[in-house]
C-alpha cells in the first residue's frame, strides 16, 4: 500500500516540493487559460510576464537572440529556455519550502500536511491533462486538425514532402480513422475527470499518448516538449497506482484497494462536486467540439469552396498567337492551376516547380499578383466555356496569352476515390 | 431456466471451441520444420472445397487463393464454412454428449491454444517491423509518385516506411504484447497491450483499405476472448477500487514435473519463435530492404526518346502511353512512370536463362501480362529498350540521373523548430 503523507521520508518530501512546483508552474496559468473567451484575456499579463523574461535569459545565458514566440510550433527556441527557467524556478522553490518548512515545524512541533496537498496536486494535473486530451480528440472527432488533403497536396509528389507533411496527409486521407483517433482522446479525458475512472482514464491517456509521442519524435511534429509533459502527467497520475497494477497484472498476487485520499472538498460543495464536475466536462466538451466545427468551418472540410476551385490542367496554351504544346521539355510552360483557397492561386511548371500568387476573382475577370513583387499584375478575362472547361485571355510578362483549361474532378484522384472494400482479391496498393 | 442457460452456454463454449481451433489450425504444427508436408492434403482439400461452396451457394467465384491480400473471396468463403462447421461441431457434440458436463480442462487448454496462436502472431508482425521489412524505406519510384495518384493503402504504407524509428515502436509494441501472452502470469497483459495495438490495426485496415480485416478482427477477439474472464476483477482494479484476488489458479495439468517441463520447454519455444521470426525479417530485409543488393541497372533512367510502332512521341504530358521515368529498384522490381505521373509496377528478370540481353516483365498482380524487351548499354549511363509492349512495338533511349534529394527522406530529426515544417 501506498504509504501515507505523514511517513514520507525527507527525500520524498524534497521531491514532492520540486515536481508540485515543476508541475503547477508548467501547467500555469490552467485552469484560467480554458476558460471560453475570457481565458486569453486574463492570461495576457501573465503571458506578457514570460515574453520578456524568455527573451533576457536567452540572451544573457545562451547568446541567443529569441524572436519567434510559440505558435504553430511548441518546440521553438523559447520554449526549450521556458522550460530551462521551470526548472530553475521549480528547484528554487524547492529548497526555499524546504528551509521554511525545517523552520515552521520546529516552531509549530508538527509537519505540514502533504496528503491533502499532493491530492490536490493530482487533482489539478488531471483536469489540466483531462481537458486538454477533450480538445484534442475534439478537434478530430469534427475534423479539423486533419483537414483532408488539399489540392495541392494530390498533385504533390511524395518525396517533396516533409515528414510532418506525409503525417499530416496520411491522416487527413481518412476520417473515420481520424474520428477513432479522436473518441480515444476524448474518452481518455472524458474518463479523468471523475475521481473513480481517473486511473482507467489515466491509462487510456498514456496508451494514446505514448502513440502521439512517438509520432513526434518520428514524423519532425513540434510538440515533442508538450506531448513528452502530457504522456508524464498521465504517469505521474498512475504511480500511486502502480504496485497494485502490477500485483494483478504482472504478478498474480491479490491487491488491496488503494487508501482513501484525503478529501479537498466539505459539506454541501463535497456533495455537489460530482456534479459541478459532471457539468463542467460536458460544457467543455460540448465548447470544444463546436471549435473544432467552427474552425473546419472556416479552413477544413466544411469551409465553402472558393469560386473556380480545383486542379485545373492546362490543355493549351497560346503565347502571342503560338501555340506552346504540353511538353515537359518546355520548363516555364504551366502545367496546371489549382484554385483550393480563396484568394490563392498555384501554378504547376512543367518542370514540377510551382509557384503561388494572390488571386483577385471578379465576375469575368481574373487577376494575379506576387506577394513580393506588387508590380507584376497580369490580367485575363475568364468564362467557362462548358462545366469544368475555363479560357483565360490576357497578357502575361507583356504577351497576349490565351489559355484552355480542363477542371481534374476530385475524384479523378486514387486517393480520393478508391473508398472501402470487403473484398480485394489483391491488395491495393498503389 | 438455470440449466437451459447453462446449456446455451455450454452451445457457446463448444462453438467457439470447434471455431477457433478450425481458424487456427494447423498451428502450432506450421512452425514445425518439414511436418508441413504432412498438411498438404489438408490445404489440398480447402482448396477443393472453397471454390464449391463459393459456386454452388454464392454463386460467386472463389478461386483467387489468399495472397497479400487475406481479404480474398475466398477467405470469406472459407471463414463461412469455419462458421457452418462449428455449428455442426457443437450440435453434433452437444447431441452425444449429454451427460451436462463442462469443461474446464478443455476450457483451459483452448486458452492456452489462443494464447499462443495471437502471441505468436504478434511476435512475426512485430519482427518485421523492429527490423524494417513489411514496410520499406519508400521507393524511389514511390517518392516521385504524386499522393493523389496513391491509394489508400499505398499511402499508409509509405508514411509506415518513412520513419525507421516509428517502426521499431511499433514493433515492439506487437513484440512485448506477443511475449507478454505467452507467460501465464502476464498473459492477462499481454492480451491488454495486444488488443490496444490490434484495436488500432483493425481501425487502419478498414481505413485505409488494406486487405487483414478478416485476420486483424479474429486476432482481435482472440485478445478479447483471453481478457473476458478477467474483466470483473479488471473493473474492480480499475473503477470500483476493490480488493481484487489473485487469479485462481487454473491448472491444465497439475502433475508438478510434467508443469515445470511444460513451462520450460514453452519458453524455449517462445524464445526459438522469437528469433527465427526476427531472423527471417533481417533475410527478407536484406534481399528487399533499402541495403539490398543493386542490379546492374539499379536506379532512375529518364526517357529521351520513345516510339510506339515506329512513331516518335514527343514527351506530351497528355500522353498515357508515353512513358517519362523508368525505375530500376531491388533485384526483381521494376516501376515504369508515364507522362502523367501514373506509377506501374513490374516483376522483372534481367538475363534470364538462355535469353541474355532480355528484360523478362509481369505486370505486378497480373500474371497474364507478360513481354520481354531486349535491352542494350551503348555507353556507361545510357540504356535502349526494345520489343513488344501490349502488342504495339516499342523502342526507347534512356539515360541515367541521379535521383533528387528528396525532402522526404532527407529531412532528419530537430529538437527544435521555429515553425512547423509541414509541407
Not at chain 2, 183 to 194: E, Y
Request: hydrophobic content about 45%.
Amino acid at each position: 500500500m501506498e504509504p501515507s503523507a505523514e511517513t514520507w521520508s525527507p527525500t520524498r518530501r524534497i521531491v514532492f516540493r520540486f515536481v508540485f512546483s515543476y508541475l503547477i508552474l508548467y501547467n500555469f496559468p490552467f485552469p484560467l487559460d480554458a476558460i471560453p473567451w475570457l481565458g486569453p484575456i486574463l492570461t495576457q499579463p501573465y503571458t506578457d510576464l514570460w515574453n520578456a523574461l524568455v527573451p533576457w535569459v536567452g540572451k544573457r545565458l545562451f547568446h541567443l537572440a529569441i524572436t519567434i514566440r510559440p505558435g504553430g510550433s511548441g518546440d521553438t527556441t523559447y520554449n526549450y529556455v521556458q522550460l530551462l527557467c521551470y526548472l530553475v524556478i521549480a528547484a528554487v522553490a524547492a529548497a526555499v519550502w524546504t528551509l521554511l518548512g525545517a523552520v515552521v515545524q520546529k516552531r509549530l512541533g508538527k509537519r505540514a500536511d502533504y496528503g491533502r496537498l499532493s491530492a490536490g496536486l493530482r487533482t489539478y494535473v488531471r483536469f489540466a491533462l483531462g481537458l486538454t486530451m477533450i480538445s484534442y480528440g475534439a478537434s478530430k472527432v469534427i475534423p479539423a486538425q486533419f483537414p483532408q488533403p488539399g489540392l495541392d497536396q494530390l498533385i504533390q509528389p511524395f518525396g517533396e514532402a516533409s515528414p510532418m507533411g506525409l503525417l499530416w496527409t496520411f491522416m487527413g486521407s481518412s476520417a473515420s480513422y481520424v474520428v477513432f483517433s479522436g473518441l480515444a482522446e476524448v474518452a481518455g479525458g472524458l474518463l479523468l475527470m471523475a475521481r473513480r475512472t481517473a486511473l482507467l482514464g489515466a491509462l487510456v491517456c498514456i496508451a494514446v499518448l505514448v502513440n502521439v509521442v512517438m509520432l513526434n519524435f518520428s514524423y519532425d511534429v513540434p510538440v515533442k516538449l508538450y506531448s513528452s509533459h502530457l504522456l508524464a502527467m498521465a504517469l505521474f497520475l498512475v504511480l500511486p497506482d502502480l504496485r497494485r497494477l502490477a500485483n494483478v497484472l504482472l504478478l498474480n498476487r491479490p491487491a488491496e484497494p488503494a487508501a482513501p485520499r484525503p478529501e479537498l472538498t466539505a459539506g454541501w460543495l463535497r456533495r455537489a462536486a460530482p456534479f459541478l464536475v459532471a457539468a463542467l466536462a460536458v460544457a467543455y466538451t460540448g465548447y470544444a467540439l463546436y471549435g473544432s466545427y467552427d474552425g473546419s468551418k472556416q479552413y477544413g472540410n466544411l469551409a465553402p469552396r472558393p469560386p473556380l476551385y480545383g486542379v485545373w490542367n492546362v490543355d493549351e496554351l497560346e503565347v502571342d498567337g503560338v501555340a506552346r504544346p504540353p511538353l515537359l521539355t518546355d520548363a516555364s510552360r504551366w502545367r496546371r492551376m489549382v484554385i483550393s483557397y480563396p484568394g490563392v492561386l498555384g501554378v504547376q511548371r512543367m518542370d514540377s516547380t510551382s509557384a503561388y500568387y494572390r488571386l483577385y476573382l471578379g465576375k469575368r475577370r481574373l487577376a494575379l499578383a506576387k506577394f513580393d513583387d506588387p508590380q507584376w499584375k497580369p490580367s485575363f478575362s475568364y468564362r467557362e466555356i462548358a462545366p469544368g472547361l475555363l479560357a483565360l485571355e490576357g497578357t502575361l510578362e507583356g504577351k497576349r496569352t490565351r489559355i484552355k483549361l480542363r477542371r481534374t474532378p476530385d475524384t479523378a484522384f486514387t486517393l480520393n476515390s478508391r473508398g472501402f472494400h470487403w473484398i480485394n482479391e489483391f491488395p491495393f496498393n498503389h | 431456466m438455470t440449466s437451459a442457460l447453462t446449456g446455451a452456454k455450454r452451445f457457446l463454449f463448444r462453438f467457439g471451441f470447434a471455431y477457433l481451433v478450425l481458424y487456427n489450425f494447423p498451428f502450432p504444427f506450421d512452425y514445425i520444420p518439414y511436418v508441413d508436408v504432412v498438411f498438404t492434403p489438408y490445404f489440398q482439400m480447402w482448396k477443393l472445397l472453397v471454390p464449391w461452396v463459393g459456386s454452388r451457394l454464392f454463386h460467386v467465384d472463389a478461386t483467387t487463393l489468399p495472397n497479400g491480400s487475406g481479404d480474398t473471396t475466398w477467405g470469406y468463403v472459407q471463414v463461412f464454412c469455419y462458421l457452418v462447421i462449428a455449428l455442426l461441431a457443437a450440435a453434433v457434440w452437444s447431441i452425444f454428449d449429454r451427460k451436462g458436463r463442462s469443461h474446464p480442462r478443455l476450457y483451459e487448454g483452448l486458452r492456452i491454444y489462443v494464447r499462443f496462436a495471437l502471441g505468436a502472431t504478434m511476435i512475426s508482425y512485430g519482427a518485421v517491423k523492429v527490423i524494417k521489412s513489411q514496410f520499406p524505406d519508400p521507393s524511389v519510384d514511390r517518392l516521385l509518385q504524386p499522393y493523389g495518384d496513391a491509394s489508400p493503402m499505398g499511402i499508409l504504407w509509405t508514411f509506415m516506411g518513412a520513419s525507421a524509428a516509428y517502426n521499431v515502436f511499433s514493433g515492439l509494441s506487437e513484440m512485448i504484447g506477443g511475449l507478454l501472452l505467452a507467460f501465464r502470469r502476464t498473459a492477462l497483459l499481454g492480451a491488454l497491450v495486444s488488443a490496444g495495438v490490434l484495436l488500432n490495426i483493425v481501425l487502419l485496415n478498414f481505413c485505409y483499405d488494406v486487405p487483414v480485416k478478416l485476420l486483424s478482427c479474429h486476432l482481435l477477439a482472440m485478445a478479447v476472448f483471453l481478457i473476458l474472464p478477467d474483466l470483473r476483477r479488471l473493473i474492480d482494479l480499475l473503477v470500483l477500487n476493490r480488493r481484487v484476488e489473485a487469479a485462481a489458479p487454473r491448472p491444465f495439468c497439475t502433475r508438478p514435473w510434467l508443469r515445470r517441463g511444460i513451462a520450460v520447454f514453452a519458453t524455449l519455444a517462445v524464445l526459438a519463435l522469437t528469433l527465427f521470426h526476427l531472423n527471417r525479417a533481417a533475410e527478407t530485409s536484406k534481399l528487399y530492404g533499402s541495403q539490398a543488393p543493386k542490379g546492374p541497372l539499379s536506379g532512375l533512367w529518364e526517357v529521351d526518346e520513345m516510339s510506339i510502332d515506329g512513331q516518335i512521341r514527343p514527351p506530351l504530358i497528355t500522353d498515357t502511353e508515353r512513358w517519362r521515368r523508368v525505375i530500376f529498384g531491388n533485384t526483381g522490381q521494376l516501376a515504369v512512370q508515364r507522362m502523367d505521373d501514373f506509377r506501374d509496377r513490374y516483376l522483372l528478370a534481367i538475363d534470364p536463362k538462355g535469353k541474355p540481353g532480355t528484360l523478362d516483365l509481369t505486370r505486378r498482380f497480373d500474371p497474364e501480362w507478360k513481354t520481354a524487351l531486349a535491352y542494350a548499354q551503348p555507353k556507361p549511363g545510357f540504356l535502349t529498350l526494345q520489343g513488344l509492349w501490349g502488342g504495339h512495338r516499342l523502342q526507347v533511349r534512356l539515360h541515367r540521373v541521379e535521383p533528387p534529394k528528396f525532402l522526404l527522406t532527407t529531412r532528419g530529426f530537430h529538437w527544435i523548430n521555429e515553425r512547423p515544417f509541414n509541407r
